[in-house]
Antibody
């Protein structure tokens, strides 16, 4: 049974970098059938896909956030990471990591972490 | 990006009643890449349907989905107490993948 678990600081100061890690158990992140994604949820914007990273290291992100996002994989630790730079109060949200399948006609987000609340505040 | 508009915003129903939730896309979406999620307070979204009509693992058959093009529907044939939650539609056909704003199904 695959499980994902987010970790990282719950408070970040404005203009600093938000850094989160997602630890995966029950499946290897080093496989061609999965993308590893970040999604956030805030009262103002609802659910918002931020970006995804493939096992080869290629990344795809929401255009409006692209300039501030860095995503990476750590296959030795079976985890992946998100960095979001120059944060503002608008980046306050619950951040989820998730697995998106990458199979013919099966591309949905089937497993999610429990989420971590990140608040941007001075 | 594709905007998904869900209606109604809130659905007040009693256990045993049928629920019909609607999601309209701002442009045509392949039904192969359309999903519904259920979210309860304090929990992550849970996949209910993918490919517009295929139930995810562990989802009971009272949940069904239909639709194509720009209009999609999630039906719950007979509401159980555990079905009262917020439901989100999502398209993953065209990047950036987007979600609807949610429909809350509440106990009347």
């Amino acid at each position: 049974q695959m499980q994902l678990q987010e970790s990282g600081p719950g408070l970040v100061k404005p203009s600093e970098t938000l850094a989160l890690t997602c630890s995966v158990s029950g499946a290897s992140i080093n496989n061609s059938s999965s993308y590893w994604a970040w999604i956030r949820q805030s009262p103002g914007k609802g659910l918002e896909w931020i970006g995804s990273v493939y096992y080869l290291g290629s990344t795809f992100s929401k255009p409006s956030l692209k300039n501030r996002i860095t995503m990476s994989l750590d296959t030795s630790e079976n985890r992946f990471s998100l960095k979001l730079s120059s944060v503002t109060a608008a980046d306050t949200a619950i951040y989820y990591c998730a697995r998106r399948l990458s199979l013919p006609f099966l591309r949905h987000f089937d497993h999610w972490g429990q989420g971590i609340l990140v608040t941007v505040t001075s | 990006e594709i905007v998904l508009t869900q209606s109604p915003g809130t659905l007040s129903l009693s256990p045993g009643e049928r629920a019909a939730l609607s999601c309209r896309a701002s442009q045509i979406v392949s039904s192969s890449y359309f999903a519904w999620f259920q979210q309860k307070p304090g929990q992550a979204p849970r996949l209910v349907l993918y490919g517009a009509s295929t139930r995810a693992a562990g989802i009971p058959d009272r949940f069904s989905g239909s639709g194509s093009g720009t209009d999609f529907t999630l039906n719950i044939s007979s509401l159980e107490p555990e079905d009262f939650a917020v439901y989100y539609c999502q398209q993953y056909a065209v990047s950036p993948w987007t979600f609807g704003q949610g429909t809350k199904v509440e106990i009347k």
